[in-house]
């Protein structure tokens, strides 16, 4: 079955730093969607990527999808305490149905 | 708007007990979803319902049953509870291939 992997699985970032977290499938999507998780709370919907090497951006946030469509990334600048949380990455291949990768899990060191 | 609701918040049984879980929704979506997710891990599908009167099973069915009820609710059921079903369960809603709108999750404790 289809396969969604993040990497990495944990990432300590300092205030004021930027990272990037990666997701990769192991099909082709048709669509591939972010979420964010805040401890102890409930997936929230970020953004929807849907065309080939589609980058999309929401403030300090830029999503791309890659050209082959198995993969996307999200990349936080100047991250602050309010990123703390748990990214995931969520793709379908075909109808409704979300696969969803195992998250990126985000510490913030002030 | 109360977006998408679950009930109970918390439950606690025992192995062997049944329950069910119960989720509405009030946006008018076609989908409706149930996931799992187990501590410091992903979601996986458990059951989904395309549209109503529509269930089909997703990554990890064995132990629940689902009823699509109306499009407004869908229920998941434990018959047997065992304690790898100790999980956080969300049920979440949609319309095709769009964005899903997550419940504030059961917390599920299966001794």
């Known amino acids: 079955g289809q396969q969604v992997m993040q990497i990495p699985q944990y990432q300590h970032v300092q205030e004021g730093e930027d990272f990037t977290t990666y997701c990769n499938s192991s099909t082709t999507l048709s669509n591939i969607q972010w979420y964010k998780q805040r401890p102890g709370g409930h997936p929230v919907f970020l953004i929807q990527?849907?065309?080939?090497?589609e980058v999309k951006k929401q403030k300090r946030l830029t999503f791309q999808f890659g050209e082959a469509k198995k993969n996307s990334s999200l990349h936080i600048t100047a991250t602050q305490t309010t990123d703390v949380g748990t990214y995931f990455c969520?793709?379908?291949?075909?109808?409704?149905?979300?696969?969803f990768g195992g998250g990126t899990r985000v510490l913030v060191k002030p | 708007n109360a977006g998408v609701t679950q009930t109970p918040k918390f439950q606690v049984l025992k192995t062997g007990q049944s329950m069910t879980l119960q989720c509405a929704q009030d946006?008018?979506?076609?989908?409706m979803y149930w996931y799992r997710q187990d501590p410091g891990m992903g979601l996986r599908l458990i059951y989904y319902s395309a549209s109503e009167g529509t269930t089909d099973k997703g990554e990890v069915p064995n132990g629940y049953n689902v009823s699509r009820l109306n499009k407004r609710e869908f229920s998941l059921r434990l018959e047997s509870a065992a304690p790898s079903q100790t999980s956080v369960y969300f049920c979440?809603?949609?319309?095709?291939?769009?964005?899903?709108?997550f419940g504030p999750g059961t917390r599920l404790t299966v001794l």
């Open positions: 979440a809603s949609s319309e095709y291939r769009a964005e899903q709108f």
């Open positions: 969520a793709g379908s291949a075909a109808g409704n149905k979300l696969t």
């Open positions: 946006m008018n979506h076609n989908s």
């Open positions: 990527l849907v065309k080939s090497g």
